[in-house]
């Protein structure tokens, strides 16, 4: 067995045991291939997240695997989908995603290289900027896509709207984050938290990929997803809106 073979699903729905059942009906297949373990939000912490941030840091914390699937409440998940996924990391990205941050897999082994999302961005919204920015400062391989179905029509009575989250989340991100025509520079360290990640394995690799290899906005342009016309928003934020090459991240 290598740690591969091992994987959790992190369903991130507190709301409805229907979406839930739904997920784990459709995933289920992924028995037959791997030792799946099930890290359900609604059973573990069913009440509100102070942030999306620590929601997604309890739910690895509290994974007993090194391979974690993060899949939100809005996503339809495919059993291919999620194959994908830890194919992608075996390759040697450090995290890959088939609908950005709402539906992605990493190791354990990453966090401990780069730290916890940052749980300043209250609310949700930008940590997923932050955590991006990230990567690319530590030179890690990133694979975005957005290929998976995505509801957005299902609204959880436990999540800020968007435009209200980031409202709570983007002045930390400012106060974290400086943003020029060429860099982005970090001007605050990272938050350190009392979670713990267990022992590391052994047959999961540590080390990953450069930057360089990173594939962002797979599938956008199939699809409106903002208001800058279907491109991936992370290619955006890293480019200046397209007129310049990616911005050199940085960090005092």
């Not at 791997?34 to 509290?62: K, L």
């Not at 290289?113 to 919204?125: A, Q, S, T």
Request: proline share 3%; net charge negative; glycine share 6%.
């Amino acid at each position: 067995m290598n740690g591969f073979d091992e994987i959790t699903i992190c369903l991130h729905c507190g709301y409805s045991r229907d979406v839930v059942a739904m997920q784990m009906n459709v995933l289920k297949p992924l028995e037959d291939k791997f030792t799946v373990f099930w890290n359900n939000r609604i059973d573990r912490h069913p009440e509100a997240y102070p942030s999306y941030a620590a929601m997604i840091n309890d739910a690895i914390q509290s994974s007993p695997t090194e391979v974690i699937i993060s899949i939100n409440d809005k996503c339809r998940p495919k059993v291919s989908e999620v194959e994908e996924i830890i194919e992608l990391l075996q390759n040697g990205y450090a995290c890959a995603t088939k609908y950005s941050e709402g539906f992605m897999g990493f190791s354990k082994q990453l966090f401990r290289v780069i730290g916890w999302f940052d749980e300043r961005f209250l609310g949700g919204g930008y940590e997923d900027d932050d955590f991006v920015l990230r990567l690319k400062l530590a030179d890690l391989a990133y694979f975005e896509s957005e290929e998976a179905e995505y509801d957005n029509s299902y609204k959880s009575t436990l999540v800020l709207k968007g435009g209200e989250a980031c409202k709570l989340s983007k002045p930390a991100f400012n106060k974290k984050w400086k943003i020029y025509h060429s860099e982005i520079r970090r001007v605050l360290k990272e938050e350190k938290y009392n979670y713990d990640l267990g022992e590391q394995r052994q047959d999961i690799q540590t080390s990953w990929k450069p930057w360089s290899y990173s594939k962002i906005g797979i599938m956008f342009k199939e699809r409106i997803i903002n208001n800058n016309g279907g491109e991936s928003r992370t290619k955006w934020f890293l480019k200046d809106d397209y007129k310049t090459e990616y911005r050199r991240i940085t960090s005092v």
